[in-house]
């Protein structure tokens, strides 16, 4: 039994350090949210929020054209 650990590992495997990094920083730089607030957020609570904005940005590209 591997514990929550070994969840997360294996729920997030798909993410790199490089992808945690580049996420952090559009949110920070272009939506104003706080590293602090990003960082507490359990992973996949972070990958619920970017799948929302990415959808939110996508609709709203699809209602200006």
């Known amino acids: 039994c591997g514990g929550y650990g070994e969840f997360f590992y294996v729920m997030l495997s798909h993410n790199n350090l490089?992808?945690?990094?580049?996420n952090?920083?559009?949110?920070?730089q272009h939506y104003k949210y706080q590293i602090?607030?990003?960082?507490s957020l359990i992973p996949?609570?972070?990958?619920l929020y970017l799948d929302m904005l990415l959808d939110f940005i996508e609709t709203t590209k699809q209602q200006q054209s």
């Open 18 to 22: 490089m992808i945690y990094y580049k």
């Open 24 to 28: 952090i920083f559009a949110l920070a």
């Open 36 to 39: 602090g607030e990003i960082e």
């Open 44 to 47: 996949y609570e972070r990958d």
